[in-house]
């Protein structure tokens, strides 16, 4: 499986051209395009990137990828990052690992967003993973009600945990929220719940990608596949 990412990994890596401005994705595929850029950086390629996450930016600076932010540049040419579910449309969910918020800010500033991922991330429809909603602990009993609210209108529905970190306490974003992730099974209209979500104030951010990739690589037993995403 991990050779499955690198692969997808450096299949996003040719589309990186000398002087680009890459928002760098978080999780163990975006790990290894950290790895192979971080390569490619030793070998002359001038880049700088926005990491998208605490963890990718210690892995951009081991790997001596060059950082800046997006206060000191307008706009990015790439963003590469992993995802938990593809759709055929390239909706996504991410957010698995706790990035979401800063990997939509990142990917909405950039002109593209490869998806990079082996290819048992890509679904029929979106829903199986726990779909990630950022949250604000302040009122978060308020903030479920809403955001069961937000589902029924929907029509999923399913149950809600707070994210833990592995040591049992309370998982904590970079951004200093929480994280409650829904098992809502099949998501038949992610657009609109996407929307839903958003107009919820205790909720800061959640895991529905619409829209924003503009490419998928999988890797598989069989080879890599870039899928476009369709024109609307
Ligand atoms: O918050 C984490 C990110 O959205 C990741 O891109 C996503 O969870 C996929 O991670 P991985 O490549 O480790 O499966």
Partial sequence: MDQLKRQAAARALEEVRDGMQLGLGTGSTAKHFVELLGERVA????????????????DAERCGVKLTTL????????????ADEIDPELNLIKGGGGALLREKIVAAASDRMIV???DSKWVPTLGKFPLPVEVIPF????????IEKAFADCGVSGQMAVRKAKDGHVFVTDGGHWIVDAQLGRIADPASLAKALSAIPGVVEHGLFIGLASSAV????GGIRVIERRKP
Avoid at 43 to 58: D, M
Avoid at 71 to 82: Q, S
Avoid at 139 to 146: D, E, H, W, Y
């Fill in 218 to 221: 999988l890797a598989g037993g």
């Fill in 116 to 118: 990079i991922a082996d």
């Fill in 43 to 58: 070998g002359g390629l001038k880049v700088i990137g926005v990491p998208t996450s605490e963890a990718t930016r210690a």
């Fill in 71 to 82: 206060d000191e540049i307008d706009h990015l040419d790439i963003t590469v990052d992993g």
């Fill in 139 to 146: 009122g978060l009993g308020a903030t479920r009600r809403a």
